[in-house]
């Protein structure tokens, strides 16, 4: 009588424990396949936004354009190019570039070794 309720403790507590470890494995694998999901709405979500970011840039890229500057200052801001009386010189130019132009500094230095022997 006590070895059949041993076997009964015993029977119970590892069936107990099979229970147990069978809803662990299954709650683990529904956590698996809840983070399967999210990671799969996750990765949407990137490629969403990358997408709006691409068409923003090229958006930005147009606004910077001088064609789309022009037409902005011109229709929204009611702007145009100043007539010839409304041009104030803003000073006198330095003497030495009203002789010539400044030379590039590649000329001047290719002037300046042609000059040394």
Do not use: C
């Not at 396949?33 to 990137?46: D, K, N, P």
């Not at 145009?80 to 041009?87: A, L």
């Not at 803003?90 to 590649?106: F, R």
Request: without cysteine; glycine residues 6%; charged residues 25%.
């Amino acid at each position: 009588m006590k070895g059949e309720r041993t076997f009964l403790v015993l029977w119970t507590l590892a069936v107990t424990a099979a229970t147990a470890a069978f809803v662990l494995q299954l709650s683990l694998r529904v956590r698996s396949v809840e983070l399967g999901y999210e990671l799969g709405r996750t990765h949407a979500h990137i490629a969403r936004l990358r997408e709006v970011k691409r068409v923003l840039e090229l958006e930005l890229s147009s606004h910077k354009t001088p064609e789309r500057v022009e037409f902005v200052a011109r229709t929204l801001l009611g702007m145009s190019e100043p007539s010839p009386d409304r041009i104030l010189p803003a000073g006198n130019l330095p003497p030495e570039s009203l002789d010539h132009p400044p030379a590039a500094p590649q000329a001047a230095a290719r002037a300046g070794d042609e000059q040394a022997p």
